[in-house]
T-cell receptor
Framework: KAGVTQTPRYLIKTRGQQVTLSCSPI?????VSWYQQTPGQGLQFLFE???????NKGNFPGRFSGRQFSNSRSEMNVSTLELGDSALYLC?????????????????FGDGTRLSIL | GENVEQHPSTLSVQEGDSAVIKCTYS??????FPWYKQELGKGPQLIID?????GEKKDQRIAVTLNKTAKHFSLHITETQPEDSAVYFC???????????FGRGTSLIVHP
């Protein structure tokens, strides 16, 4: 079974531009979450999508947005890029819940998109 | 919300030694605790997890222990090997949220 696929792997942008990152979850996974990883802040949750609906949102400004398509693929968009947006952006998908252990299914991460802002 | 503290931030051991990474959490409702290993240039990969109704879980050289009363859990790696060198993250998921809160990570270095 193919893992979580993120494209592109590397991206260089300049301040003020916008960027769109893509994530294809593991087949059968309908939940997709996005994280920002930086050396100073660690792994910070951005948002989660399930069945094309945003279900949870972290504490990030409105410049960060996302969406999910009917095939569960997800995109994340960052507008008006700032230097501080330089980070590794990780996508994770989760299998459907099993009745007995709702919430106990682990997330499976992709290898991320390294975004550098010049 | 949940807060997860992880220590140490860096751990250096000799090959063959044991390594222990400790995490504490704040929300007594947390009931699921995964551990992830992140190698350079890769995303975090799940290595072991434990539910709140279990005190200990082992998988070959890796074990996790959970003390719900003290709200802390630990990762134990025995007979460390150079390929164990990576950043390890603990996480805790509260019963009210499907989103785990991650610790800041521990950089484990295993010297041959």
């Amino acid at each position: 079974k193919a893992g979580v696929t993120q494209t592109p792997r590397y991206l260089i942008k300049t301040r003020g531009q916008q960027v769109t990152l893509s994530c294809s979850p593991i087949s059968g996974h309908r939940s997709v979450s996005w994280y920002q990883q930086t050396p100073g802040q660690g792994l910070q949750f951005l948002f989660e999508y399930f069945s094309e609906t945003q279900r949870n949102k972290g504490n990030f400004p409105g410049r960060f947005s996302g969406r999910q398509f009917s095939n569960s693929r997800s995109e994340m968009n960052v507008s008006t890029l700032e230097l501080g947006d330089s980070a590794l952006y990780l996508c994770a998908s989760r299998p459907p819940f099993r009745t007995r252990y709702i919430g106990h299914q682990p997330q499976h991460f992709g290898d991320g998109t390294r975004l550098s802002i010049l | 919300g949940e807060n997860v503290e992880q220590h140490p931030s860096t751990l250096s051991v000799q090959e063959g030694d044991s390594a222990v990474i400790k995490c504490t959490y704040s929300d007594s409702a947390s009931n699921y605790f995964p551990w992830y290993k992140q190698e350079l240039g890769k995303g975090p990969q799940l290595i072991i997890d434990i539910r709140s109704n279990v005190g200990e879980k082992k998988d070959q050289r890796i074990a996790v222990t959970l003390n719900k009363t003290a709200k802390h859990f630990s990762l134990h790696i025995t007979e460390t090997q150079p390929e164990d060198s990576a950043v390890y993250f603990c996480a805790a998921r509260s019963g009210g949220s499907y989103i785990p809160t991650f610790g800041r990570g521990t950089s484990l270095i295993v010297h041959p």
